[in-house]
């Protein structure tokens, strides 16, 4: 299947609402978002592209344990031991519960803002861990927030529904939301709504897109809490809190990196079965320096296919903004109006175009503008003299006589330019290379040295008399 807009490019994305499939271009891509979005209906999109040659993420037990040993890991773990530190000594020292508790709090939030951060980085198929920078930014979204709200829903769901139906029911309860808790982990990293988090279906959805290998993430992670619970109550009880409090936060972070770069992973690995659109290894690869550059084009091509030339004008707007894409965004434009029969949207495209200072490096597409926009608005003329030149200089045969003339026809307005030598020598040569009248082309060039005797023009132009001059000796005109 091909992109329905870019009809030679393969299909990437599709969006069910729309019923339309989109090249890897077509989509609107945001950072922290689970997916692209449709241009047309802004919902998320569905990648086409299925990943299998991922290794599964019981083969890459190592890897997870070397992560935190990563350089961006292994600062942030410093760091933090660092920070658990001084708030042991703060709460061995000012014994006061309610800023003792705030303190403890603080140090948790952290660590969680981190560990989402890592398994929302690994879920995006990038194997760097984050520093410590990248997570503090990243925390703006309130992952602590989250979480809390995730505890307190599942205990409020706990105490006021499942508890008065008896201490059975609590018990399975208690067991289901052990069990359910890397795909509640997963789908509150991944959509970062707690809502999507406790909904029994979604996590349903999630167990089963992963299948049987589900088990063994839960057994992983059961091994590794159990393991660190355990060692936490031992520490806990021996040691000040100066000492305990590096050791429980470094070692619950340590863990807790590995166990959540695993959820990431898995993530990683089941993305398409667990609707989280991307497909990365394509989205990485393509992700080059003009990767949005390319995304904005696309977009305008879609919305002008779709008739929205608002929305379309507005893109190709901002992308005028990036100079080393301002020439070919204004072609766009002019086009674009001329194809919704926009006289003044034209107008306005096309004079910030010949206006372009580097035009003279696109000679042969600034012709066809030209050509394309005087066949819409027959008196359109640029207003100044270098585009008109370097038209002039494109003109190449002598059904362009007439153009050449409108061209050089100069209006007050243009007296004053400074680039009407080049006009005219390129009026010039029209005449002697082009129409084969030496005699026009070397009027032309009198006057044009004696009204400007001195400048750039005035080799060239003065080489060019004097081969109008030998040619009209040998081949006089008729
Ligand atoms: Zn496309
Ligand atoms: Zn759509």
């Known amino acids: 299947m091909n992109c329905k807009y ?3 490019a393969k299909a990437q994305w599709f969006c069910h609402d729309c019923d339309t499939s989109f090249c890897i271009n077509c989509c609107d891509m945001a950072e922290r978002e ?5 241009l047309l209906c802004r919902n998320h999109l569905n990648s086409l592209g299925v990943s299998d040659k991922v290794t599964p993420f019981w083969n890459k037990l190592s890897y997870f344990n070397k992560y935190p040993w990563q350089k961006g890991a292994t600062g942030f773990l410093m760091l933090y031991m660092a920070i658990a530190f001084a708030v042991g000594l703060i709460n061995d020292f000012i014994s006061f519960w309610i800023l003792n508790r705030l303190l403890v709090f603080a140090v948790l939030s952290i660590g969680i803002g981190y560990v989402f951060k890592v398994l929302i980085t690994t879920a995006k198929g990038k194997f760097d861990a984050p520093s410590y920078d990248e997570a503090i930014i990243f925390d703006s979204e309130g992952m602590m927030g989250k979480v809390i709200g995730l505890f307190v829903m599942l205990t409020l769901i706990g105490y006021f529904v499942i508890l008065p139906m ?13 069990f359910s808790m890397p795909a509640i982990l997963i789908i509150l990293a991944m959509e970062k709504h707690v809502f999507a988090a406790i909904n029994p279906a979604r996590i349903a959805t999630c167990i089963k897109a992963i299948g049987w290998p589900y088990l063994l993430l839960f057994g992983f992670s059961y091994l590794i809490d159990n393991g660190l619970g ?14 305990a409090y590096p050791m429980l936060f470094g070692a619950g972070a340590y863990f807790y990196i590995v166990k959540f770069n695993m959820f990431g992973y898995v993530a990683y690995q089941y993305h398409n079965e667990l609707g989280y659109g991307i497909d990365f290894e394509n989205l990485l690869s393509s992700e080059g320096e003009d990767a949005p550059i390319k995304r904005l084009f696309s977009k305008s091509d879609v919305y002008i296919q779709e008739g929205r030339y608002e929305d379309a004008e507005s893109v190709l707007y901002e992308l005028a903004q990036d100079k080393r894409h301002t020439v070919k965004a204004l072609e766009r434009l002019v086009r674009l109006n001329i194809a919704r029969q926009n006289p003044a949207g034209a107008l306005k495209a096309a004079k910030n175009y010949f206006d372009y200072p580097e035009l003279g490096t696109i000679p042969a597409e600034a012709l066809r503008l030209y050509e394309d926009m005087v066949g819409f608005e027959p008196r359109f003329k640029p207003m100044n003299a270098k585009a008109r030149a370097i038209l002039v200089k494109q003109m190449r045969h002598k059904r362009y006589a007439d153009e050449v003339k409108k061209l050089c026809s100069i209006p007050d307005s243009m007296k004053q ?24 082309a070397l009027k032309i060039l009198d006057v044009l ?30």
């Open 6 to 8: 870019h009809t030679q």
């Open 34 to 38: 689970i997916a692209p979005r449709c």
């Open 166 to 178: 008896g201490v059975a029911a609590i018990q399975i309860y208690l067991a289901l939301v052990s």
């Open 230 to 243: 355990f060692a936490m109550s031992e520490i806990h009880f021996w040691l000040p809190q100066a000492i």
């Open 417 to 440: 330019d400074m680039n009407l030598p080049s006009l005219m020598l390129a009026r010039a040569r029209f005449e002697s290379d082009v129409m084969n009248s030496d005699d026009r």
């Open 449 to 478: 040295l004696q009204r400007y005797p001195n400048g750039a023009h005035q080799r060239e132009a003065e080489q060019l008399r004097q081969v109008c001059h030998s040619m009209r000796h040998k081949l006089p005109s008729v």
